[in-house]
């Protein structure tokens, strides 16, 4: 029977996929490196991984995946932001051979400091088939709470084959002049909203390159797409006192970012979205039924 590591090793086998995941795996070996900038907490991480302990026990779940999303995983957290905790989880097999579909979604309450849920296996992968940015994002989080080593390498490689640049695109574009919109229009701004309309903003640029998947790590966005010495410098200097405010820390409007968003909006939405091909249904097919029932054994 094929085994996670060699579907894994499949799609390696294939050079454009192995050259992306490669550079993929460089980028995410440096994003680790750098979230020593924002630690997650002692404290946190024991009640996070307590948590995913309690849900796989009250609903028979294998959480395949869990990591921080969000604010912390992008590298832009404040001293009082919560944690965004996203899963992957299996079912048992016999919940996979029912007629009737059934919920595909496990959600905590969300309180003060925890905001945790997760996404089945065979709504993740659907999602993946369809370029679902959100879903790329967390393959790619710095901040790791549990990972099947073998799934979480196939589930990398089965995003990068699965790559919809165009769909990607739009999503980053559309949040991007939404956030602009409707946050950053005043005299005096939330200063934190800077950042929710730069990052998407950059990952359009990137996908608009035609780099790939897009990076989670802002930082890593920053450094690529931002040449201009005066505008990278403001931006850091952004992102430095976002780590140290709270979150609804209210300042002056940054004229040197505005007019740079201006008019990297007008340019992009003007432009041609990137090309995008078909995904490969069946290797997604192959991973699910894979994963499940090597769960089950």
């Known amino acids: ?5 060699d579907l894994k090793a499949q799609m390696l086998a294939k ?18 490196e750098s979230i020593a900038a924002h630690p997650i907490a002692e404290h946190a991480r024991a009640e996070i991984e307590q948590r995913l302990a309690a849900l796989e026990a009250e609903h028979g779940i294998r959480i395949l995946y869990a990591c921080e999303s969000g604010s ?18 299996a079912q048992p097999l016999a919940w996979y051979l029912q007629v009737s579909p059934q919920r595909d979604v496990i959600e905590l309450p969300i309180s003060a400091e ?22 790329v994002e967390w393959l790619d989080s710095p901040v790791v709470y549990r990972a099947d080593a073998a799934f979480l390498a196939a589930m990398q490689s089965a995003a990068q084959q699965t790559h919809q640049p165009q769909r990607s695109f739009h999503h980053y574009l559309h949040m991007a002049r939404k956030n602009y919109r409707e946050h950053l229009q005043g005299e005096t701004v939330r200063l934190k909203k800077y950042l929710y309309v730069l990052r998407p903003l950059l990952a359009a640029l990137w996908l608009e390159q035609g780099r790939g998947l897009v990076p ?18 403001t931006i850091t200097q952004l992102l430095a006192r976002k780590r140290q405010a709270l979150e609804a820390e209210r300042g002056a409007a940054l004229p040197i970012i505005n007019a740079f968003i201006e008019a990297e909006l007008s340019r992009l939405e003007a432009s041609p979205a990137p090309a995008t091909t078909a995904p490969d249904g069946a290797l997604l097919d192959q991973l699910l039924l894979q994963t499940v029932l090597q769960s089950a054994a």
Request: no cysteine.
């Open 216 to 233: 989670m790590r802002f930082e890593v966005l920053l450094d690529a797409m931002v040449t201009a010495p005066d505008l990278h410098a």
């Open 114 to 135: 925890l905001d945790i849920s997760g996404w089945e296996l065979r709504k993740a992968l659907a999602l993946l088939k369809k370029g679902n940015a959100t879903l």
């Open 15 to 32: 050079p454009a996929i192995a050259a992306e995941y490669a550079a993929q795996a460089a980028a995410f070996a440096a994003a680790r």
């Open 1 to 5: 029977m094929t085994t996670l590591k």
């Open 72 to 89: 912390r995983a992008w590298g832009f957290a404040s001293p009082d932001s919560d944690y965004d905790v996203r899963f992957i989880y």
